[in-house]
Every structure is written in C-alpha cells, then in structure tokens.
C-alpha cells in the first residue's frame, strides 16, 4: 500500500488503517472484558463479496453497536468463528468498511470526527435536526455518496434512524437497496443499551450479556419488490417489527427478570 494512498472519499488508507487499530485495542474489553459479546453466524461474513454488502441493524447507541461490527468483522475475516478473542485480528483490518450516520452527529467533537474518518458516510437526516422535527428532501449527494461506498465495500446502516426501538423503518433504506441491488445481511444487537451510554463511548454497567447474531442475506426481488415489501422484510429480520411487541405477564416478566440475572457474567 502507497503511503498517501486515499480511498474514494479522500482519506489516507494508512491513517485509517492507524486510527482502526488504535480505537480496536482501546475498545476491545469493551466486548471482551468488562462485557462479553456472545457471537452468532459470523461464519456469514468471510463468504461475503468485498463490496456491494448493506448490513442493516437495530440500533442502541450512537458509536458503540458499530465498533462493534468492526470487531466481529474483522475477526471473521481473519478465520475467528463467533469470537473476537485475540486482538491480533485488527493487525490488518478491512479499510472498505463504511457506516451511514447523521451528518450533525459525527460533527459534535474531536473524537467523533475521528470516527467518521474510520469510515462514516454522514448524510443529512431528513426528519430530524438538532433535535426537532423536520422535513426536508433526500439530498441526492448523500444516496449517491452511499453508492460510491457500496462500490468500495461493506456499508453498514441503522435503517431506523434511531436509537429508540420499534421505530418505523426509513424509505431510504429500501430505495438504495431498491437502486444499487446490494447483498443485504442483517444483523439483531442488543445488550448495548445497558451497557454503555446513549452516544456508546462510556461504560454504563459492567457483566451485562451483550448478543449479536448475523442472519442470512435477505432474499430480495430486486425488480418486482415494492419499496413497502421490502422495508416489512428488514422490520422483520431485525427483530424491529410490530408483531414482536406483546404484552408480557406478571409471570413471564419474572422469568424473563431471572434469566437476566444468569445472563450476567
């Protein structure tokens, strides 16, 4: 690799490279130490193509769920089946690996512009800004910035835009899917809200059982799919959609409290 040379968005793959193994070694007791991260299907990844892949996931914390996907992904890559144990991996990781975040957010501070040279493709949220509600049109600079991305590698996205649960999937999402024709893998997190803090850079509560399991590429009819069909599909695959919201019992919610206390380390 040329010292200076740059990715399709301008950054020097040698800093990145740096900047990714630096936050690795920082972060990795973060899912193996003070928390353990229980892996499922990561052989999934290492028989991906290395582009044109959108991961979609539920969302808890704004920074910590994709340092995460850094993590697994690179330590599937590097021959690690559902572990991340052995930091080693991060030695030579995937530079091609982008997440989509809120322009606003990845802006506010050192450390988040630090992170989104590691691989953010910031776009303009289009129903919220500085904390009130908006609406303003897709910026086509923003879906085609994802494209450029898709083109290079992996891209990773919260197609809910939120950190709050059971929130409507965003068009967008299917409109890309719809437009650039990507593998798309989805990925259920959870334990990351308890964790860490909202922004995921501070540890909230150590020996909390923290999951996340990869599932199969969605089978999509790229052609014939509605836009409609194909945000049900997401909805359902990361466990977002309405049907997995029910009213638990006195008992069942006393099971469910139990079992959290053995899922703690």
Avoid: C
């Amino acid at each position: 690799m040329g010292l200076f040379k740059r990715n399709p968005f301008g950054h020097i793959l040698f800093l990145k490279k740096w900047l990714i193994r630096i936050f690795g070694v920082i972060t990795h007791r973060r899912f193996r130490g003070f928390n353990e991260l229980q892996i499922e299907g990561s052989e999934i990844i290492k028989d991906l193509p290395g582009t044109n892949v959108l991961f979609v996931s539920n969302h808890q914390t704004y920074f910590a769920d994709v340092v995460a996907m850094f993590h697994v992904f690179n330590a599937s890559l590097s021959g690690r089946t559902d572990s991340i144990k052995n930091i080693g991996y991060i030695w030579d990781p995937k530079l091609n690996i982008y997440y989509i975040a809120a322009k606003e957010t990845m802006k506010a501070g050192l450390l988040p512009k630090i992170l989104a040279y590691m691989g953010s493709i910031s776009i303009e949220r289009t129903w919220r800004s500085e904390g009130k509600d908006v609406n303003r049109q897709v910026k086509m600079s923003d879906i085609s910035s994802i494209g450029k991305a898709l083109d290079d590698g992996w891209v990773i996205t919260f197609p809910q835009g939120t950190t709050t649960p059971f929130k409507p999937i965003r068009k967008g999402t299917a409109h890309i899917i719809k437009r650039y024709k990507p593998i798309v893998v989805p990925i259920v997190i959870d334990g990351f809200r308890r964790s860490f803090d909202k922004k995921g850079l501070f540890i909230k509560k150590k020996n909390i059982f923290q999951s996340f399991e990869i599932k199969e590429p969605l089978e999509i009819d790229y052609e014939n799919d509605t836009h409609a069909d194909i945000v049900e599909k997401i909805e359902y695959a990361i466990e977002q959609h309405s049907s997995f919201l029910k009213v638990v019992s006195q008992k069942d919610l006393a099971a469910l409290e139990e079992l959290n206390k053995k899922r703690e380390w």
